[in-house]
Structures are given as structure tokens and as C-alpha cells.
């Protein structure tokens, strides 16, 4: 059959590399393979249960495989009853021969396949994202165990602050994915769960026997048995929804960091060759390159995190907006999910993708840290001198002097050491309070002020070494 995936399958399309860059991907096939998959554990449930003939699950499951079924003409037919479902089940019973075919979706009711597709999307979805997560996180503990004396400057508000460790900054990022990863992890474990209550959530067609089928059911596809339908409760695809999003913003929060260290004017890291098409140096498209500017090395991996995480929140605002639905069954709010919920497994689970890879290949220019620390002339140790002055002079006097020489030292161009070591005024204010020029040229060695940055590098690794595995898929 064609492919009428568009840009919403890995892989297709002009944007589908891009956007769908993960295994997470919930395209047209996805998505139907997925609510065959529910249809044939539930004839398989219905015959363990009795009531269906023996051989029927079989029979089903073998007819249940989306390369048979025409999705543009499910869509089509889709027209007529609000959602695909009635056209897919009557279809799958057209291929299942004999008293087999009544074992099709019966005691089912549309959403209760559709809303199980879902959860096995975002089983798979969640196992995707959550091993490029972990690619990522565990990238990320190499810079951080490489890099925890790498001195380099700290920046707040976009401006130089106090000296820090690259070690500490990628710990940071690891901390964010480890916790993507925890919460991942807690979803696929409690949140994923059947969706089966018949018409109105009764399950009165099947009598008695509803609850054993339901039961079956979630056994056959390995998901849990909720405490009741949950048709218009919509918590679950929430929690999906805010796992994948938590994952999307600790990549975010990467990537953006990588951009602005990858700026010309800083240099500090830069992302490696194109790893993933494995192609060589030399005549033809390159990673990074631009249409116009020969010189460009763009860092395409932050950017392609970003497009797609930027993306991510409106989804889940649409999804939450859409939680809202009446009574036993939605009209309207229920079926808005579908196509925010596929996006946003893609667009999370390819900045996942995008993430291991950025990681992976991150290269750090240690020199031009050091360089870009050193041009600061000083000016961020201007915190641990007037910690060093506050104990003899006082707090609020020690900030006026040091701020007053900071502003000197920028407008002369000179570094604060000259300032605080050259003018007689401020001399002889510091050999009044007993401070030296030894002790002066101390702090304002960027190696001596870095606090608990070691220690926190320790803490991140630690706890990441400790993190449990992923859950197998």
C-alpha cells in the first residue's frame, strides 16, 4: 500500500528527519498497526474467555497487520462515523474467514481501541525516547567526569558571573535527563493501562463476563487493568503527555546552552562530525553547512532539539484544554487529542534522538574557556575579594570599594588586580586592614573560588551510576 505517513513518520517527508528523528515515531501505519494489535488481543481475551471459538485470536492476529488495510481509505470511510475505528473493524472481520470474525471488537466500543492504540504508542514512544535518553545521560556523565576541573566562566542573565567547571555545567544536564528518565520510567510503570468499557462504560454487552475479558485483555497486550474505564477521565494521556514534555525540556535546556557556548564569539564547544550519516569531510553537504556562507558550521543537532521542543508545550496545553469532556463520551474533546498526542510523542521522542546524538559527539575547546576566563580580566572574582575584605572592613563597605575598582578597571581597560594593586588610595586602604597583595593575588585565582563544584560534579555521577535501569520494553 502507499505511504500516506507524510512528515509525521520517521524518516518521510521533506521535514520527517528532522521532526521524526526517533523510533517514537505515531504516524498513519503507527497508529493502525497499533489499533490492530488491540483488536487482536481482544479476540484472543474473548476466546481465553470462552466466548469466542477456538482458533478465532489466531485467526484474527494473523489478518491484523497494517500493510493489508488501505489507510487513506480508512480515512475516507472515517467521514461518515467521526473516527476510523468502525471502518477498521469491519474491514478486519471482511479478512477473517468463518464463525472467526465475530470474535472482531466485539464488547468493544471504538474509543476503547483507539484509546488502547494509544497507550501501545506511547509504551513504544516512552521505550524510544527513554533509551536516546539514556545515551544522552550517560554522554553527559563522560563530560562531567572529564571536564570536573575544567575551569570556564559561569554566566547569569547572559553576562559573565563567577567561575564554574564544564564538569559542573554537563552534571547539571545529566541531573535533568536522569530525572526525564525517572519520570518516564514511573509512567510506563503505573500510568499505561487497557482502555475497555463497551458503549458507555458498563461493558453490558459482555454481562458477567466483562471484567475476566478485561482482565484477558490487558494480559494479552502487557499493560494494567484499571480500576474502571476511562473514557472521559483523560489523567493517563495527561501524564503521558507531561513525562514526554518534562523529557523535551531537560533536552531543551541542552541544546539552547550548546547554541549560545557554540556562538563564534565564544567557542567553547562545538558539535562533531555528522556521525549519524557517516559521512566524510570533504566535497558535497556537510553537517553544519549553510546555503550561502561557505565558512557556516551551524550546530544542527542543538537547533533541530529546539525546533522540535519548542513545539511541545502547546501540544500538552491542547491535550489538558481537551481533558475536559462530558458525561460518558466526548464530543469533540476527546478526538482533538488524537493528532497533538501523536505529534508530541514525535517531536519528544526525535529531540531524544537528537539529544544522544549531540552528546555523543559534543567536542569541548578547554583552551578557549581558559581563554575567554582569562579575558575577563578578573572582573568575576570581584565577589571573593570582597568576601576577603568584608571580614575586615565590613560587608557594605568592602562592596563600594571593590565595585568602585571594578568600574575603574573596565573603563581604563586594565584587570582588577592592577586597580586593586596600583592606586595609593585603595593601597593604602588594604594595608591599613591588614590585607596583603599575596592574599589579594589569591582571590582572584579562578581555581580558588569554586565552592561545592566538585562535590556536586560527585553527587550527579553518584546518583546517576545508582539509577535504576530503564524498564525493558
Not at 575551569?151 to 553576562?159: A, F, S
Not at 572582573?379 to 562592596?399: D, M
Request: charged content about 20%.
Amino acid at each position: 500500500m502507499p505511504d500516506h505517513d507524510g512528515p509525521g513518520s520517521a524518516g518521510t517527508g521533506l521535514f520527517g528527519a528532522v521532526f521524526a528523528g526517533g523510533a517514537a515515531g505515531a504516524g498513519d501505519t503507527a497508529w493502525l498497526q497499533a489499533m490492530l494489535d488491540a483488536e487482536a488481543a481482544l479476540a484472543r481475551a474473548l476466546e481465553r474467555a470462552g466466548l469466542a471459538p477456538a482458533g478465532a485470536g489466531a485467526a484474527v492476529t494473523a489478518a491484523a497487520t497494517a500493510d493489508a488495510f488501505d489507510t487513506r481509505e480508512l480515512g475516507e470511510a472515517a467521514t461518515l462515523t467521526g473516527n476510523p475505528v468502525p471502518g477498521l473493524a469491519r474491514a478486519l472481520a471482511r479478512r477473517v474467514q468463518g464463525p472467526a470474525a465475530r470474535a472482531v471488537h466485539r464488547g468493544a466500543t471504538s474509543q476503547d481501541i483507539l484509546d488502547t492504540a494509544a497507550i501501545l504508542l506511547a509504551r513504544g514512544a516512552i521505550d524510544a525516547a527513554g533509551a536516546d535518553l539514556e545515551r544522552a545521560a550517560d554522554a553527559a556523565a563522560s563530560l562531567a567526569a572529564t571536564h570536573r576541573s575544567t575551569l570556564m566562566i559561569g554566566r547569569t542573565l547572559l553576562q559573565q558571573a563567577v567561575p564554574v567547571t564544564f564538569g559542573l555545567v554537563a552534571a547539571g544536564w545529566l541531573e535533568g535527563l536522569d530525572e526525564a528518565r525517572a519520570g518516564l520510567a514511573s509512567v510506563r510503570a503505573r500510568r499505561l493501562a487497557v482502555q475497555f468499557g463497551g458503549a458507555a462504560g458498563t461493558l453490558a454487552s459482555l454481562g458477567a463476563d466483562g471484567p475476566r475479558v478485561a482482565a484477558l485483555f490487558a494480559e494479552e497486550l502487557g499493560l494494567g487493568l484499571p480500576v474502571l474505564p476511562w473514557h472521559t477521565q483523560r489523567l493517563r494521556i495527561i501524564d503521558i503527555a507531561t513525562s514526554m514534555t518534562r523529557a523535551s525540556a531537560a533536552l531543551g535546556k541542552i541544546a539552547r546552552d550548546v547554541t549560545l557556548l557554540a556562538q563564534t564569539e565564544v567557542g567553547e564547544v562545538r558539535e562533531g562530525p555528522d556521525r549519524a550519516q557517516g559521512r566524510a569531510q570533504g566535497p558535497g553537504p556537510r553537517r553544519g553547512g549553510s546555503s550561502a556562507m561557505p565558512h557556516k558550521n551551524n550546530p544542527v543537532a542543538a537547533i533541530a532539539i529546539l525546533a522540535c521542543t519548542r513545539q511541545v508545550p502547546g501540544l500538552l496545553a491542547t491535550l489538558v484544554a481537551s481533558a475536559e469532556q462530558e458525561h460518558q463520551r466526548a464530543a469533540g474533546a476527546w478526538h482533538a487529542e488524537w493528532l497533538p498526542f501523536s505529534d508530541l510523542l514525535r517531536l519528544a521522542g526525535s529531540a531524544a534522538a537528537w539529544g544522544a546524538e549531540l552528546l555523543s559527539g559534543l567536542t569541548v575547546d578547554t583552551a578557549r574557556m581558559a581563554a575567554n576566563l582569562a579575558a575577563a580580566d578578573g572582573l568575576p572574582l570581584a565577589e571573593h575579594v570582597t568576601s576577603l575584605l568584608a571580614g575586615v572592613i565590613g560587608g557594605a563597605e568592602a562592596h563600594d570599594m571593590v565595585a568602585g575598582a571594578a568600574e575603574r578597571a573596565v573603563s581604563a581597560g586594565l584587570p582588577l588586580r592592577d586597580v586593586l594593586l596600583g592606586l595609593p588610595e585603595l593601597e593604602q586602604r588594604l594595608a591599613s586592614a591588614g590585607v596583603t597583595a599575596e592574599q589579594i593575588e589569591a582571590a582572584l585565582d579562578p581555581a580558588g573560588y569554586l565552592g561545592a563544584a566538585d562535590t556536586f560534579v560527585s553527587a550527579v555521577l553518584d546518583a546517576h551510576a545508582a539509577a535504576a535501569p530503564r524498564p525493558p520494553s
